[in-house]
């Protein structure tokens, strides 16, 4: 691929120089400042725009078999330390429920995430043998008309890991 400046081809091509452009979009922006860098640097086709990250309120809710109750907030705050993301985890000895905030492009990428977090970091945080049995992935927006109105969960102001 050659880049240069639009116009009349030069002596002996037979296709023209491909050029960056920074097309204006809505609120001024430009098209590379949405997308970011061009389409040959992510293989995508021309044209076809890399969606936004957007911020999902995570609620994952786990249980299981009882287990000691010190055993689960260590386990928790290990979680916490590993993965700083994490707001909140309450626990009791057979269930827990952490919530935290993740950075996805759509529903289902959070949603792909969040369910393999509890699994996938069982050993290393010493997580107990539960399943998940709740998720609830909300978009940033929802989750702040919910609190507005006073029917959603509270702010995350009390962070960490706390018994039910």
Do not use: C, K, N
């Not at 639009?6 to 204006?24: I, M, N």
């Not at 430009?30 to 970011?36: C, E, F, H, I, L």
């Not at 260590?74 to 993301?85: K, S």
């Not at 289902?108 to 399943?131: F, I, K, T, Y």
């Amino acid at each position: 691929m050659r880049r240069g400046r639009p116009g009349a081809l030069p002596r002996g091509t037979a296709e023209r120089a491909l050029t960056s452009v920074r097309a204006a979009g809505p609120a001024g922006a430009a098209d590379d400042d949405r997308a970011g860098p061009g389409p040959a640097a992510h293989g995508r086709p021309a044209g076809e725009r890399r969606e936004a990250s957007r911020l999902w309120h995570v609620t994952l809710s786990v249980s299981g078999a009882e287990a000691p109750v010190q055993e689960v907030r260590r386990a928790l705050e290990q979680l916490a330390h590993d993965h700083p993301f994490l707001l909140t985890s309450r626990y009791a000895g057979d269930h827990a429920e952490i919530r935290y905030w993740e950075e996805a492009r759509d529903l289902h990428d959070a949603a792909a995430v969040a369910l393999r977090l509890w699994g996938e970091h069982r050993s290393s945080a010493g997580l107990p043998p539960w399943e998940i049995v709740g998720l609830e992935v909300i978009d940033r927006e929802t989750y702040h008309q919910r609190v507005a109105e006073g029917y959603g969960p509270p702010p995350a102001a009390r962070m960490g890991v706390h018994p039910y």
